[in-house]
């Protein structure tokens, strides 16, 4: 019984593993979270949560951190707008209300916090 001797193609392999193990530490979660988007899905079928808004009025209200809002202020306008021309075009019978009056009422208030129910009821 003798040692089995790694052959060179082993060790530069088992090397290379190594060395992108020890890059992806010394990269943080920088590493950790690129390997995790490039080796994850390219895209996601998520279902409707809800199929009644046929025929209804809807108001599309977007929430954004204040870390978000504070270095893109227009962030929750953009969001809703392109939410509600995807629901125009895709849902028979929608009404929508208007992205430009749900930001402006937001505005007036605290924008960092959005009372969901103040809001449906102004817009009833």
């Known amino acids: 019984m003798g040692y089995q001797r790694i052959s060179s193609n082993c060790l ?5 593993l190594f060395l992108l193990v020890w890059v992806f530490s010394l990269s943080g979660c920088t590493g950790i979270k690129w390997l995790a988007v490039q080796t994850g899905p390219t ?3 998520v279902e409707a949560e809800c199929k ?3 025929g209804k009025t809807v108001l599309v209200c977007v ?3 204040q870390e978000i809002l504070w270095d893109y202020p ?6 809703s707008s392109y939410v ?3 629901l125009r075009h ?10 430009l ?3 402006a009422y937001v505005e007036k208030g605290n924008p960092f916090h959005i009372d969901s129910e103040a809001l449906g009821r102004h817009f009833r």
């Open 12 to 16: 530069r392999r088992l090397l290379l």
């Open 90 to 99: 895709n849902v028979r019978g929608i009404q929508l209300v208007n992205a």
């Open 84 to 86: 509600s021309e995807y």
């Open 52 to 54: 009644l808004l046929e």
């Open 101 to 103: 009056q749900v930001e």
């Open 63 to 65: 929430w954004a951190p």
């Open 74 to 79: 227009k962030t929750r306008l953009n969001l």
């Open 43 to 45: 895209s996601e079928k």
